[in-house]
C-alpha cells in the first residue's frame, strides 16, 4: 500500500482548526529572520505563489515529456503547442495552449524514489543535511517575504480532505510559518460570526477571546502566543472575505473552463486568493501514484489538471498577475519508463518534467531533455536544490546571500553546492 | 470436446512458454489454427507460424535418453508444438491492443492506440494491408471485435464512439455513448452488438436500426477514487446463443495502485437482469481482462492484477465457483482458443515486472519487461 494513502477525511470545525493551531504552536518554536529592511524591499514587489502539488507521481510520459513510438512511449500521441517544436502528450490540449507561457523543465533528476520521504525531502528542498528540518517552500516564503498588504495569511493550502493549520511545513522556521490549510477547498465551519449573533455580540466574544489568549500569553514564551494570534488574524482576514471559497455564483462557462472537477474547483478557489492578495497558495490532488493502469489513470487525471492548470495561467496572464506570480507544477517524482504486469508505472526520480511559469522565468521555454526512450537526462540534469535556488532567484531573493537564522545558526536557503538553472530565468 | 465433470477433471498442461522482446497487448489464434498473431506496445502486429511437431522429431531433440526407457517421458517434454515467428505486420503507432481475424478469409484486422484500422493478409513473409483507416477513432481504439458471418467489425474507442464497418471498411453505424467506451462484442446472429463504458453502463445498441434496445447495471466496475474516475470494465461478450451476456472486469477499491477483485457479472440478454455475479480473488487480483468459450460449455476466465498475480481459470456459467484454477503466470493479459479446442496461448508477463526506480542490472542497463506466450493443452477427457 502506498504509505502516504490516507482515510478520507471530514470537513474541519472551528474548534479543530484553532485546537490544531495552538496545540501545534505550543510545542513550537520561532527560528531564523533576515533583515527587516531586505523583507520590506520583497514585500514591495508584492510576488506571489501558486504551487499545484499532485501528490504521488505525475507521470511526465503522459504530460510534459512524451515518447511517442517508443518502447516506453505508451499508447498517446502526441500535440503540437503554441511553441513550435514542442509537442506535449495529447492528454494536455489546454495547457499546449499556454506552452508560450510555460517554462517546462525536463532534465529533472533526483534522489528518493519513495513517497515517505520524498514528499518532504523535494519540498523542502533537500539540502545538505545541517540536523534540522528544512521549511517546505511556502513555509520558506511566508517567512522570507511575509504576507503582502492586504494581511491575507501568507501560506494557504487548499486541498482535498481536511483543513488546519499544518505547522509541519515549517520546520526550524517554527510554526508560524506552516500552512493554513482549507480542506475540500471550503473555509472551517462557523468561523464567521453565526447567523443568529448580532455584530455586537460577536465583538463581544471577540474581547472574551482576546482577555483569555492574554492569560494564556502571560503563562507562556510570547514567540509562542505570538504565533497564535498571527495565524488567527490572518485566518480572520481572510474569512471576511467569503467570497474567495464561493465559486457557485461564477457563470458556467468559467467553472467549465477550469473544470467541474476537485482540482478544478480547488484551483479556482486559489485563483481568487491569489487576486486577493494571499502571498502563496498550494493546491493539493492526490491519487496519482498510479502503479496500476497507468494509461487510463492518466486519461482521467491528466485533462483535469490540464484543464484547471492551463485556466489559472491563462487568467492569471489576462489579469496581469503572472507577471508577479511564480507557477509551479510538481510531484515528489516521476514515474518509471517500464511498464509493469498491472500496466502501470512505478517511481522514478531519475527523469522527470516540473512545469513553471510567471515572474523571472523565461516564458516558452523548454529546459533540458531526457534521452530517446525517456530513461535518461541528457546532459547532467537538475536537482531540487537547483530548482529551489531558481525558484528564490525567480522572486529576487538572491539565495546565494540571503540565509536563514536558526537562532544564530546560519543556514542556506537551499543546497549550498547547487546553482539557479539559468536556461529557465528571463 | 466433452464437458468435463470436476471429479474427474485433469487440468490443463503448460506446453511451453515462448519469450518475447516486448510486451503484448493481445494475441490470438488465426480460424483455421495455422497462426498466431500478438498486438504489440510497439506499434506492430507480432506473427507466429504454428507448427506441429512430429512424434519422431520430439525423440530426436532428446538424444541423450534411452527410446526404450519410459522414464524419458519424465524428463522435462519438449513441446508438441512450436511457434515459428515471422516477420512483424507494421504501420501502427502507440500500441495495437486489439485483433480480430476474420472467420474465412486469410485477413487479419488490427486497430492500435492512435485511431487506426487496417486489414491485413495474414500469410506470407511481408503482407501489406488490404484497407486501412488512419482516423477510425480520435485515438485510443479500446476494443475491436468481428461479426460471427464476418460481415462487420465493431470498434469503440477513447472518444466516446461505437462504430459498426463493413470488413471491406466502409463505416456502416455510429453511435455516440456517455462516456469512453471500454469493450463492444457482437450477438452471434443479427444486428445487435453490445458495448460498456467508462462507468459500468452497458448497452445493446441495434446498429440496423441505430436504437439503443436495453440498458445492464455494471457500475459495479467503477468508482471515483479522489480525482479519478477509475473503470473496471475491460470485456463484453454473449454465451448461451446470445441468451446471456458477460461483463466482465474490476471491482475498482481505490485508484492509483488500482487494487479490485476481478469480477464477472452475467445478464439476461432480454430482460436487461442480472443473473451471476462472480468476484474471483482478493483486492490484488485485478481484472478479468479477457476470456474464450470452449465448446465443451465452460469459459477460460485469465485475470491480471497487482505485478505477478495472474489466473487462468476454467469456469462453468452455471456454477458458483471455477472448477479449475491455475495461478502459475504472471499478469494474464489475453486467452485464445486454438479452434481445434485442444489448446490455448495467453500473453502474460514476465516475473517482478515492477520496482521504483532504477533496476540495478550488472551492465547497467535499463530493460523492459516482455511478455511470454504461454501454451497449454487440455488433456481430453
Given amino acids: ?426 | 470436446m466433452p464437458d468435463q465433470p470436476a471429479a474427474t477433471f485433469t487440468p490443463p498442461k503448460e506446453l511451453k512458454a515462448f519469450q518475447n522482446d516486448r510486451q503484448l497487448c493481445v494475441a490470438r489464434f488465426s480460424p483455421c489454427g495455422n497462426f498466431l498473431a500478438a498486438g504489440a506496445m510497439e506499434g506492430t502486429v507480432r506473427r507466429w507460424k504454428v507448427v506441429e511437431k512430429p512424434k519422431a522429431a520430439v525423440d530426436v531433440e532428446l538424444p541423450d535418453e534411452p527410446k526404450k526407457k519410459p522414464a524419458a517421458k519424465k524428463a522435462p517434454e519438449e513441446s508438441p508444438v512450436d511457434l515459428v515467428p515471422l516477420p512483424h505486420l507494421t504501420g501502427f503507432n502507440g500500441w495495437v491492443q486489439n485483433l480480430a481475424f476474420h472467420p474465412k478469409d486469410k485477413v487479419i484486422f488490427a486497430a492500435d492506440t492512435w485511431g487506426k484500422l487496417a486489414a491485413l493478409a495474414y500469410e506470407g513473409d511481408g503482407p501489406k494491408p488490404i484497407w486501412e483507416n488512419a482516423t477510425a477513432h480520435d485515438g485510443w481504439i479500446r476494443r475491436l471485435a468481428i461479426s460471427a458471418d464476418g460481415q462487420h467489425l465493431a470498434t469503440c474507442g477513447r472518444d466516446q464512439f461505437v462504430r459498426i464497418w463493413t470488413t471491406a471498411g466502409k463505416l456502416v453505424a455510429e453511435h455516440r455513448a456517455e462516456a469512453e467506451v471500454f469493450a463492444v462484442t457482437f450477438a452471434p446472429a443479427g444486428k445487435l452488438v453490445a458495448f460498456g463504458d467508462l462507468k459500468g453502463r452497458v448497452k445493446t445498441w441495434d446498429f440496423g436500426t441505430k436504437q439503443v434496445v436495453r440498458d445492464f447495471d455494471a457500475s459495479v466496475l467503477f468508482s471515483l477514487s479522489r480525482l479519478q474516475d477509475v473503470c473496471g470494465l475491460r470485456v463484453v461478450t454473449f454465451i448461451d446463443a446470445g441468451k446471456s451476456l458477460l461483463v466482465g472486469g474490476c471491482e475498482p477499491a481505490g485508484g492509483g495502485f488500482l487494487e479490485g477483485a476481478p469480477v464477472l457479472v452475467k445478464f439476461d440478454t432480454a430482460t436487461g437482469k442480472k443473473q451471476t455475479e462472480w468476484k474471483f480473488g482478493a483486492a490484488k487480483d485485478g481484472f478479468v481482462l479477457d476470456l474464450a468459450a470452449h465448446p465443451g460449455g465452460y469459459l477460460i476466465v485469465v485475470t491480471s492484477g497487482q505485478p505477478g498475480s495472474g489466473k487462468i481459470m476454467f469456469l462453468r456459467p452455471g456454477e458458483k465457483e471455477p472448477f479449475f484454477t491455475h495461478t502459475g503466470v504472471a499478469n494474464v493479459h489475453s486467452v485464445t482458443l486454438h479452434p481445434d479446442g485442444k489448446r490455448f496461448a495467453v500473453s502474460a508477463m514476465n516475473k517482478a515486472s515492477n520496482g521504483n526506480g532504477r533496476p540495478k542490472t550488472a551492465d547497467g542497463s535499463y530493460p523492459g519487461n516482455t511478455s511470454p506466450v504461454h501454451l497449454f493443452e487440455i488433456p481430453a477427457a
Avoid at chain 1, 458556467?252 to 491569489?274: C, F, P, S, W
Fill in chain 1, 1 to 426: 500500500m502506498n504509505p502516504l494513502c490516507k482515510p478520507w477525511e471530514h470537513a474541519t470545525s472551528r474548534r479543530q482548526f484553532l485546537g490544531a493551531s495552538a496545540g501545534a504552536l505550543a510545542f513550537g518554536a520561532l527560528g531564523g529572520m533576515i533583515s527587516p529592511q531586505a523583507a520590506e524591499a520583497m514585500r514591495k514587489k508584492e510576488k506571489q505563489v501558486l504551487f499545484v502539488w499532485l501528490d504521488g507521481g505525475m507521470s511526465q510520459l503522459e504530460s510534459w515529456d512524451p515518447k511517442p513510438n517508443t518502447e516506453f512511449g505508451g499508447p498517446f500521441r502526441t500535440i503540437k503547442t503554441s511553441v513550435p517544436g514542442t509537442h506535449f502528450s495529447e492528454l494536455m490540449p489546454q495547457c499546449a495552449k499556454q506552452a508560450h507561457r510555460l517554462c517546462v523543465v525536463r532534465n529533472i533528476a533526483t534522489k528518493d524514489n519513495a513517497h515517505s520521504s520524498g514528499v518532504a525531502r523535494i519540498q523542502r528542498g533537500d539540502p545538505k543535511n545541517r540536523g534540522v528540518a528544512y521549511p517546505f517552500f511556502g513555509s520558506s516564503i511566508a517567512k522570507l517575504m511575509g504576507p503582502t498588504a492586504s494581511k491575507l495569511p501568507p501560506y494557504v493550502w487548499v486541498k482535498p480532505g481536511s483543513g488546519g493549520f499544518k505547522t509541519e511545513d515549517a520546520g526550524f522556521l517554527g510554526p508560524k510559518y506552516g500552512s493554513l490549510a482549507f480542506g475540500d477547498g471550503k473555509p472551517p465551519e462557523d468561523l464567521l460570526r453565526h447567523a443568529s449573533l448580532t455584530a455586537e455580540e460577536d465583538e463581544e466574544r471577540n474581547e472574551l477571546r482576546d482577555l483569555l489568549n492574554k492569560r494564556y500569553t502571560a503563562q507562556r514564551r510570547p514567540t509562542y502566543t505570538e504565533a497564535s494570534s498571527f495565524v488567527f488574524d490572518t485566518a480572520r482576514e481572510l474569512m471576511k472575505r467569503q467570497n474567495i471559497f464561493d465559486t457557485s455564483k461564477l457563470p458556467a462557462k468559467e467553472l467549465d473552463r477550469y473544470g467541474r472537477t476537485e482540482i478544478g474547483q480547488h484551483m479556482l478557489v486559489a485563483r481568487n486568493m491569489l487576486e486577493a492578495g494571499v502571498r502563496f497558495v498550494k493546491v493539493g490532488s492526490y491519487g496519482w501514484d498510479s502503479h496500476g493502469d497507468n494509461f487510463n489513470a492518466s486519461a482521467s487525471l491528466v485533462p483535469k489538471f490540464d484543464r484547471a492548470f492551463a485556466a489559472i495561467v491563462e487568467d492569471l496572464a489576462v489579469t496581469g498577475l503572472l507577471e508577479n506570480t511564480l507557477v509551479i507544477a510538481m510531484s515528489e517524482f516521476g514515474r518509471t519508463p517500464r511498464i509493469n504486469g498491472h500496466v502501470g508505472r512505478d517511481h522514478w526520480p531519475e527523469a522527470w518534467s516540473i512545469a513553471m511559469a510567471g515572474c523571472g522565468l523565461k516564458a516558452g521555454a523548454v529546459v533540458g531533455a531526457t534521452n530517446d526512450k525517456g530513461t535518461d537526462v541528457k546532459d547532467k540534469g537538475h536537482d531540487i536544490g537547483a530548482v529551489f535556488h531558481t525558484w528564490f532567484k525567480a522572486l529576487g531573493i538572491d539565495s546565494k546571500k540571503v540565509e536563514y537564522d536558526n537562532n544564530g545558526q546560519p543556514l542556506p536557503l537551499a543546497h549550498d553546492e547547487m546553482e539557479a538553472i539559468k536556461e529557465a530565468l528571463a
